[in-house]
């Protein structure tokens, strides 16, 4: 709607079962420092979003709900943050949508044009990790490049103010 501002994201929280685990699991991957705000509550800044870690190791685990989707985190430094997830045992083992071709714990170039990897954290919470420069956020010309990309890995990068949008065919992983 014209002259309304949409509301923003500021902050997301995830459970964990062991909180002075996921902190140093969180402080090493991700570089920064976690801070106490209450008891049993960690905040983590990204960017302009928190990251809440809350500790739900009192809480029955039925009551503790897994994210069914990764949280994405955009990065400049991918294969810093890979080297890390690596020493820290937490790639996913998992394939995107069951492709041999697209192994989740690998930095790969997505169907949809992003580089990413995806890793999971001590409580299970799945994260996926994008190289800032490739970020898909479902602009038309993006769409427009995936749709015309079909059968084939496209990479799209776009400026951050979303000028231009370069194309490069890559041939599969997976080389018969």
Same mark, same amino acid.
């Given at each position: 709607? &014209?002259?309304?501002?949409? &509301? #923003?994201?500021? #902050?997301?929280?995830? &459970?964990? @079962?062991?909180? %002075?685990?996921?902190?140093?699991?969180?402080?090493? *991957?991700? $570089?920064? @420092?976690?801070?106490?705000? +209450?008891? $049993? #509550?960690?905040? *983590?800044?990204?960017?302009?979003?928190? *990251? $809440?870690?809350? %500790?739900?190791?009192?809480? +029955?685990?039925? +009551?503790?709900? @897994? &994210?069914?989707?990764a949280i994405y985190l955009a990065t400049d430094d991918l294969e810093g943050i890979y080297r890390r997830a690596q020493r820290l045992g937490c790639l996913s083992a998992e394939l995107i949508h069951g492709d041999a071709a697209s192994p989740a714990g690998k930095i790969t170039v997505r169907p949809w044009g992003e580089r990413s990897f995806y890793a999971t954290d001590p409580a299970g919470n799945p994260l996926c990790f994008v190289d800032a420069t490739t970020l898909f956020t479902g602009t038309a010309r993006q769409i427009s490049a995936l749709n015309r990309g079909r059968g084939e890995t496209v990479a799209m990068r776009e400026s951050h103010t979303g000028a231009k949008l370069k194309r490069t065919r890559r041939k599969p992983a997976h080389t018969p």
């Open positions: 709607m &014209p002259g309304v501002k949409s &509301p #923003r994201i500021f #902050r997301l929280l995830i &459970p964990a @079962t062991d909180l %002075d685990r996921s902190r140093r699991f969180y402080e090493s *991957l991700l $570089g920064t @420092t976690a801070r106490l705000v +209450a008891p $049993g #509550r960690l905040y *983590l800044d990204c960017g302009d979003v928190i *990251l $809440g870690i809350l %500790d739900y190791s009192e809480v +029955a685990s039925r +009551a503790c709900a @897994t &994210p069914t989707e």
